[in-house]
């Protein structure tokens, strides 16, 4: 397999294997969030509810491969992949499994008693455990605090920003609809919702399982090019087309920008990138056959041309770094080249991920969909509840991913249901006990998957390692 020895392969497939086990849990665990208000609004009967969002879950993650891979890279770049490839292939194994088996223990837990939990949440937690537990074993960097602090800062901020955005809907819709009331009232056993609130429903439907492929089914793709990085850097770390010469080329042209514009600092950055090239480049023409030194130079080549890659779209924010458009529309160029050789998925992991989350959608949906449906609120949905909360959550997830940062769809979805039950009768329309165990699972996940992947991690290191 790929050139590994044979028990190197067996550990690599059982590795893949727990990512497909993890995102076929997350399918099965999330797919209450998308079909929960077409069936408790009788829009859409269970059966072919799952099936849709399951189907629109798969396309939603092999479209995402047109548009670019930010939010798997914001995964994979939260482990230092320079320090992982110097470890054994056993506590390489050890890492990835820690990770991966206390995400699928953490979802299929929660999924059990019928929490909504993120498992966006439970994935950075995990993450966060082995990097946490690999800079006590072996030092170095750890975790990437920066990437870590940004996508925590997003999953915090899209609970808040569902259960308000929710309300302001429900608000806006009250004061525009005065003809069709209804849509305000719980809904008759047996009875259908007006047709066009019923396609609204069905659309916001639709959008929430595609932006949950697109954002979520990404996260998978993280998980395999770790495993795919770890195992095989010399083939893996960089996009199979890299092409030496071109990488150099195009940094030829940024520097000519920027040495216009007396850019010294960036300049000694690119510097730095052009060394790591020609050094990987003199190693593969001269045939090495130092595989660890093969392994350190691609590495290095793939975290400098992502290093100037971030550093320069981060100037591109400041409007005084370059004030010539056209230098800057030449730098962005580039850009792209380096962007395409370090963030990209193989074809087979994207189409495995996507189906992995496509059955899992349409399997397991019930016990969450009961909570999301029958307790969060004292009553029965509306259907302008429905609408609104699956609106706000498509909207969210859907910005989230243009932006590449991973983000709950069940933190946005339960919030956007609990605001919307809210704007109609108040606070005290909520179920106490239901809101107080959702809340607890929110708080609970990251500190202990945090120190179950630790724990796993460390436990299969003295193993196998």
């Avoid at 981060?314 to 230098?327: A, G, L, Q, V, Y």
Wanted: one cysteine or more.
């Amino acid at each position: 397999m790929f050139g590994l020895e044979t028990w190197v392969g067996v550990l690599f497939a059982l590795c893949i294997f727990a990512v497909c086990v993890f995102e076929f849990a997350n399918g099965f665990h999330d797919t209450a969030n998308a079909v929960a208000t077409v069936i408790y609004t009788g829009s859409l009967k269970p059966n072919y509810a799952v099936v849709w969002s399951g189907f629109c879950n798969f396309l939603g993650l092999l479209v995402s491969s047109y548009f670019g891979y930010k939010v798997a890279m914001g995964i994979v770049n939260l482990l230092p992949l320079s320090d992982m490839i110097a470890l054994s292939t056993g506590e390489t194994v050890s890492l990835v499994l820690g990770m991966l088996i206390s995400g699928i223990v953490w979802n299929l837990g929660t999924w059990y008693f019928g929490i909504p939990c993120s498992s966006s949440h439970t994935l950075i937690g995990a993450i966060l455990g082995v990097g946490l537990v690999f800079f006590w074993i072996h030092g170095g960097t750890g975790v990437n605090w920066g990437k870590a602090g940004d996508i925590g800062l997003s999953l915090l901020i899209s609970p808040i920003f569902g259960f308000s955005l929710t309300i302001l809907l429900m608000y806006i819709m009250k004061r525009v609809i005065k003809a069709d009331k209804m849509i305000f009232k719980e809904p008759e056993p047996g009875n259908r919702p007006p047709t066009w609130i019923r396609a609204i429903l069905i659309t916001t439907c639709t959008l929430v399982s595609f932006f949950h492929g697109n954002n979520d089914g990404q996260k998978g793709i993280g998980l395999v090019l770790i495993i795919l990085i770890a195992f095989m850097p010399i083939k893996f770390a960089l996009n199979s087309d890299f092409d030496a010469n071109k990488a150099l080329l195009a940094l030829q042209k940024i520097d000519v920008v920027l040495d216009q514009e007396y850019k010294t600092d960036l300049l000694i950055k690119t510097s730095k990138v052009r060394e790591k090239i020609v050094n990987y480049q003199t190693l593969v023409t001269s045939n090495s056959t130092d595989e660890k030194l093969m392994k350190k130079s691609i590495i290095e080549v793939r975290s400098a041309m992502t290093d100037i890659n971030k550093k320069l779209k981060n100037e591109f924010k400041n409007p005084t770094f370059i004030e010539d458009e056209s230098k800057v529309s030449i730098l962005k160029s580039e850009l792209k080249l380096f962007t395409h050789y370090t963030e990209y998925s193989p074809q087979w992991v994207t189409l495995m991920i996507a189906l992995c989350l496509g059955l899992g959608t349409m399997i397991g949906w019930r016990r969450i969909a009961i909570t999301i449906g029958e307790k969060i609120g004292k009553r029965h949905m509306t259907y302008a509840e429905g609408a609104t909360a699956e609106l706000t959550a498509a909207s969210t997830i859907g910005i989230s991913s243009a932006f590449g940062l991973p983000v709950s769809t069940t933190h946005v979805l339960s919030s956007g249901i609990a605001g919307a039950m809210t704007a109609s009768k108040g606070i005290k329309n909520l179920q106490p006990a239901t809101i107080r165990s959702i809340a607890i699972a929110w708080l609970l996940t990251l500190p202990v998957t945090i120190v179950m992947a630790g724990l796993f991690y460390y436990l299969l290191s003295l193993v196998l390692a």
